[in-house]
């Protein structure tokens, strides 16, 4: 798959079969559309590509949006590039890039970028300035510019909507397993490993605190969760805690896993660490003991569940 960070930059020698959307998450849902988009292009000798818009149209136009979304962008990315994607397009999203109009739109981002032959897209997408154009303009617009456009059906939109929205409530739930039913893979956090208050080693319990970068990335309830990650070409298990460390009265939201077996020095390094089931609940105990012991608890649930997968 091929990445374009412009819609300026692509490759336009050959036409084209575009699908335009957020996609966050690329949960089932989304792969429906993205699958029937490769098959299109593949049966008509045509291109396959994926529009998309970041940074996303809510974080410009209400900048007081506390948007959180399921992937970062590489995170989907990543995901996409999975499913045989010809071209993923990225394009800029801009207060000066919502007032083209729906004319204009077409015309520089569909037909001159993008070489368009065929839409295929939501019967709810809107577009062009004020979003005010919809898929019966766009097929308008089709047939004056030698475009066909597809219409996803509303059963098949409304399924997506459906799948984003228990995704992102099942996760604020700490429901992973459950929004992993949903994604049709593990959910991710991906970030660098920095230095914490080094708690877990004093508890017997060495961590790697994950910091992401990206504020508008989506980080599921508090609590205790078994997690594994792929580091130095192995599969790593073990258990993450996110939260505040109530305890030892931390006040700062972080991210800690102590990985199973595992001997190494993860500092400044970026890694993803994928989730798979919840455990608990963060608890304030007692007393350090408590905690210890606690965390004891957790990691035999968790070697249980880790073996019962294999």
Do not use: C, W
């Amino acid at each position: 798959m091929k990445r374009y960070t412009d819609a300026k930059t692509y490759d336009n020698d050959s036409p084209s079969v575009v699908t335009i959307g957020t996609f966050d998450g690329v949960h089932i849902g989304h792969k429906k559309i993205i699958e029937h988009l490769i098959e299109s292009a593949k049966s008509n000798g045509l291109e396959s590509v994926v529009l998309t818009f970041f940074p996303h149209p809510r974080m410009v136009l209400q900048q007081d949006s506390d948007i959180k979304l399921i992937n970062t962008i590489d995170e989907r990315t990543q995901i996409l590039e999975e499913t045989g994607l010809d071209n993923l397009v990225i394009h800029p999203f801009t207060k000066e890039f919502s007032r083209l109009t729906a004319g204009e739109y077409v015309q520089q981002m569909l037909i001159e970028r993008l070489n368009v032959r065929h839409v295929i897209i939501g019967y709810d997408h809107r577009f062009g300035r004020n979003r005010n154009s919809n898929i019966t303009d766009l097929a308008s617009y089709g047939i004056q510019n030698d475009f066909t456009v597809e219409e996803i059906s509303k059963q098949d939109i409304d399924d997506v909507a459906v799948s984003s929205t228990k995704i992102r409530q099942s996760l604020l739930e700490g429901n992973v397993a459950k929004a992993n039913t949903y994604l049709g893979y593990n959910f991710m956090l991906t970030g660098k490993v920095v230095k914490g208050k080094e708690l877990g080693r004093k508890l017997n319990y060495p961590t790697a605190n994950l910091h992401i970068k990206e504020s508008y990335k989506l980080i599921p309830k508090n609590g205790v969760y078994i997690v594994k990650s792929h580091i130095n070409s192995r599969i790593y298990f073990g258990m993450m805690n996110i939260g505040t460390n109530p305890t030892v009265n931390g006040t700062d939201r972080t991210i800690e896993t102590h990985f199973f077996d595992a001997s190494f020095n993860l500092y400044e390094k970026k890694i993803q660490i994928e989730m798979l089931k919840r455990v608990r609940d963060e608890k304030k105990f007692d007393s350090i003991e408590d905690l210890q012991e606690a965390m004891q608890k957790d990691e035999d649930f968790s070697r249980d569940y880790i073996n019962s997968l294999v």
